[in-house]
Structures are given as C-alpha cells and as structure tokens.
C-alpha cells in the first residue's frame, strides 16, 4: 500500500477492514507526543499525554496527566479496541523498562498495530545523540537508531503475531541538518523548528511532526491548521518528510 497516499488499511477485531482515515487510534507519551498535534489527526482519536514523562512513569502513574483532555489509558485500552496506537519513548528509562511498559499497554489490544513515536532530542543534544549511537544499540533511552532498533527488535520476539514499526520524527530532524551542511536546505539551523530546549514551534516545527505521525499513522498529509506556513518552507519540508518516508521503507523493517 501506498502509505502517501493514505491508502494503509488496518484489520479490525470483528475482521472488517477500515481505513486509517476513518480508524480508532489512541496516542500516549508526553508533550513530544502533543507535539504532533493529535486532535488534528483523522479518524476516532483519543490521547493520554503527561508532560516531560518517561514511558515507565506514565504507565506507573496514570491518574493525572497533565493535558486534561486525556483519556486515562487504563480506561481507553481496556474499554475500546483501537486499531493504531502510537507509544513515545523519552528519556529516564531503559530497554528493559521500555520493552515491558509498551507490553503492559498493549496486553489488551492483540489486534491494533503499534507505532513506536522516537520523539526527539533536546536541541543542543541532537547532532551528539544522532551521532554516538545511530549505529549501536543501547541499555539507556537515546534519541538513536540503535536503541529504537533494539526495542522494535525485544517487541517484535515478544509479540510476534503483533505489527510493530516506529515514526521517524529524530531521522527527520538529521534529514534537515544534512540539508543544511550541504548547503540544500531552506532553514538555517535546526534549532529554527524548536520553540525552546526540546519542543518545537507552531509553525514549522509542529507542521513537520504532526505529518510524521501522519505517515507513521497511515494518513494522509495534511496542512489544516498550518496556514501561516509560507509556501515555499511548506514545500521544503514536504521534501523531507518524502526522504523520511522513504528511507522508512528502505531501512531494516524498522
């Protein structure tokens, strides 16, 4: 399927197939997570976001998230069958904690696919994290390849009946910076697209995450809501986005 074009299609728990445009999906993580903009999303979407979270401690503590138009997790994954569900990883936590925290969430869920959300890393620790571990696995959560292969790995052995892939929200982050040092890119710094150590603005920023979890979704790319972004930047970051889609199908099945 061509997931450009919005055409991925999900097997639901009474058999029927349902396109992702019109699926029920359900986001947890933390304000990388509000960072992709989950009410803009299509379909039947629900979230629960606590801000600056590591996994372990949303699963821990669930009872009071700090975006108050959450749905408890326990509640939404227990009473409601979604067919994609996107988990963010963030700093404070390990593999091992990892592995079991996304098990934990999805014990109840045997038929939705899971999108393992990388979020990013904080500005100034980027191009480091990128660097020193794109290309090695690792105990401890960094923003690198790595670490998401390790886990996608852990989760794929434990559930081998379950679909697992990742969105590629960091790898677009190095797409821009690669533009950048070769001189191809409409933005100056990568910090351009933050909006203080870690988040990004509202504009940029945002368009490009929110279409990142788009694509990790299966949906459509959209601009609702963008309309201050200039065309030729709308344009520029189309392109990264394709890159990161690309390099998506081409990499690992990861």
Known sequence: MNRLMGFLFVLVSAGSIVSAEEGKVFLLGNSLTWDTVPAKLDGDVQWHVDCGKSLPYIVDN??????????????????????????QVHYGSTLKEDVASVLKLIENQPNARVV?????????????????????????????????????????SSRPEQEFSRSYAMDLLQV????????????????????????????????????????ALG????ASGFEKLKPQIKSYLDSVLDRGLNQE???SGN
Not at 125 to 147: D, F, I, L, P
Not at 178 to 190: A, F, L, P
Not at 219 to 222: A, F, L, N, P
């Open 176 to 215: 821009v910076a690669t533009d950048i040092q070769s001189g191809e890119s409409r933005i100056g710094s990568v910090n351009e697209l933050y909006r203080d150590a870690i988040h990004m603005n509202v504009v940029t920023g945002r368009y490009l995450m929110h279409n990142a979890m788009r694509d």
């Open 219 to 222: 949906q459509q790319r959209s």
């Open 116 to 156: 393992i959300h990388t979020g990013w890393a904080r500005s100034i620790e980027r191009s480091a994290e990128w660097s020193n571990g794109s290309n090695a696995s690792s105990v401890t959560m960094k923003h690198h390849r790595g670490y998401f292969d390790a886990l996608l790995t852990n989760l794929r």
């Open 62 to 87: 669930p009872s009071d998230p700090c975006v108050k138009s959450s749905t408890l997790w326990p509640k939404a994954l227990q009473e409601k069958q979604y067919d994609v569900i996107s988990i």
């Open 249 to 251: 199908k081409t990499s």
